[in-house]
């Protein structure tokens, strides 16, 4: 059971992962593109290469030649994930996995036009006036990405014809990696949006956590929160989805597959290949394991418990405001409130809305949902970074 597992990106995600891989006793190996990222600070040992340069990712993995590669960010040379494949090692959840969901003109037309999943309609752009055409053809109001990007960058809604250009511009100035194309969606009217926990198992049948509602802004998440309420045939649709797009991908581990819920029923949005920034609401006693645990039991193979709610939990973030080095402060003050927990990241350097903690709450079971995240936002709120 000693296997050596390499983590591409190493973020506040990669970090909790990396701590469930060290409590039973394996190996890791954390990469990113900067020095001292959070999991690198609790991993056996760090690389640090540009991920986007295939020749420095095959020196490294040629080096370390692990067990696992479990990527936890988009701007990766994923093409090169077929050949390590070949080579033996296990990638999470499966190449063909990280290659389509890094990209989300890959995951959409999987999605929409193979699976016939339920989507909203949408086009491609590689010039503003491809861009303009296909908004035009769309809508407007319409929701504009780039093909590949995280935590929200590049992301906004287009509501006037005099916000085209800018949102073209903004979607290519938040692309990351060497993808300079965007989508253009459909807006629906969602009531709420959600993630669905997945966890697809070598020898079991695919798993799912409760619902997770969440609140963004800019396009990455302010709240999270679990179970979030929902009619059981929306639940059941939501499952047979997700089960129908992870199975077409293949591979083991836990997947965040993300739905606009509305008054007609559920709607697909995105996908993740591993934990989802807004499943850190089981951080705090939500489920018998965190998105994390559960992730690492299903690369492993190892059993996985009963994934009935235990309480009702949510997540607040904690944002910076500015460029710097950190200095967290009212961490002490937060923890004054009762059934509350923080996480503080530990990145090395700051940018405005960069997230640097996460407050949490919970509740029993049957708790009320606006008060656990009154009470995570209450708690976040008395933590600063300077």
Known sequence: M????????????GKEFVIAAKRL?????????????????VADTREVINMLDGDALDAIVAKHNPDFIVPEIEAIRTERFY????????????AKAANFTMNRKAIRDLAAKELQLR?????????????????????????????????GKGQSVVR??????????YAIEGSRGDVMEVIIEEFIPFDSEITLLSITQKNGETLFCPPIGHRQERGDYQESWMPHPMKEEDILEAQRM?????KALGGQGIWGVEFFLTKNGVYFSELSPRPHDTGMVTLAPALPLNEFELHLRAILGLPIPDLKLQHTAASAVVLASAEGTPKIQGVDKALEKNQVDVKVF???TTRPYRRMAVALAWSKDDADVKQVVDR???????????
Not at 25 to 41: M, R
Not at 160 to 169: G, L, N, Q
């Open 2 to 13: 000693h296997k050596k597992i390499m983590l591409l990106g190493s973020g506040e995600l």
């Open 25 to 41: 006793g394996h190996y890791v190996i954390a990469v990113d593109s900067y020095e001292n990222a959070p999991a690198q600070q």
């Open 83 to 94: 050949s390590y494949e070949s080579q033996g090692i296990t990638v999470v959840p499966s």
């Open 119 to 151: 989507t909203a309609k949408f086009e491609y752009a590689t010039t503003l006036e491809t861009f303009s055409n296909a908004v035009h053809r769309i809508g407007i109001p319409c929701v504009v990405k780039p093909l590949m990007s995280s935590s």
């Open 160 to 169: 006037s014809e005099s916000e085209i250009e800018k949102a073209w511009k």
């Open 242 to 246: 997700a089960a129908q797009v992870t």
């Open 346 to 348: 530990g990145k090395p």
């Open 376 to 386: 995570a936002k209450e708690a976040a709120s008395c933590i600063s970074v300077h």
